[in-house]
T-cell receptor
Framework: AQKITQTQPGMFVQEKEAVTLDCTYD???????LFWYKQPSSGEMIFLIY????DQQNATEGRYSLNFQKARKSANLVISASQLGDSAMYFC????????????WGAGTKLIIKP | DTEVTQTPKHLVMGMTNKKSLKCEQH?????MYWYKQKAKKPPELMFV???????INESVPSRFSPECPNSSLLNLHLHALQPEDSALYLC?????????????FGSGTQLSVL
């Protein structure tokens, strides 16, 4: 079974609109961490945001926020006021004890921002 | 300095060549990683070094040989590769391997095996 599921292979969004990228996860660990990374066409994997399973509040980093719904095992990334430079692949990933703290990756979502 | 530097950026090699990929970080991180990434796929973990000791080898073929000469450097030695080994090779580092530690990635080496 997939541990990290990203159901949107690709998305087109108009510039300046908000974007929600979906991520659901599956773990039996009570303690785990969830990450979002951005990978532009240049190849570098850029860390965006982190949410710990025990964190009471949703994580925010500038224009990025994480909509964490623990009961639903959902960790969606929200990008406010999208910009052309947001066009990239976005990966959701998880660390858990059961996997020896290795990052488990989703398949990714390719986001294209239209001018 | 929050960078992970990888060299070379591009590499073309024949199946009989020997080459090395290099990775360097000066953030004092004690965990370093090699990932392989095929186009439009997520990265696949190859090796993890923790405190300069190899802690994870994800059943990688012996034609890939990692080396961690010191806490700042990570090499990946390549020998007798196959065309299917063509991919983007990403190096990453983190302070340690705890749950909340994010990985910092380099920009990768795009490898083509002819």
């Amino acid at each position: 079974a997939q541990k990290i599921t990203q159901t949107q292979p690709g998305m087109f969004v108009q510039e300046k609109e908000a974007v929600t990228l979906d991520c659901t996860y599956d773990t039996s660990d009570p303690s785990y961490g969830l990450f979002w990374y951005k990978q532009p066409s240049s190849g570098e994997m850029i860390f965006l945001i982190y949410q710990g399973s025990y964190d009471q509040q949703n994580a925010t980093e500038g224009r990025y926020s994480l909509n964490f719904q623990k009961a639903r095992k959902s960790a969606n990334l929200v990008i406010s006021a999208s910009q052309l430079g947001d066009s990239a692949m976005y990966f959701c990933a998880m660390k858990e004890v059961l996997s020896n703290y290795q990052l488990i990756w989703g398949a990714g979502t390719k986001l294209i921002i239209k001018p | 300095d929050t960078e992970v530097t990888q060299t070379p950026k591009h590499l073309v090699m024949g199946m009989t060549n020997k080459k090395s990929l290099k990775c360097e970080q000066h953030m004092g991180h004690r965990a370093m990683y090699w990932y392989k990434q095929k186009a439009k796929k997520p990265p696949e973990l190859m090796f993890v070094y923790s405190y300069e000791k190899l802690s994870i080898n994800e059943s990688v073929p012996s034609r890939f040989s990692p080396e961690c000469p010191n806490s700042s450097l990570l090499n990946l030695h390549l020998h007798a590769l196959q065309p299917e080994d063509s991919a983007l090779y990403l190096c990453a580092s983190s302070r340690d391997r705890q749950q909340n530690e994010k990985l910092f990635f380099g920009s990768g080496t795009q490898l083509s095996v002819l």
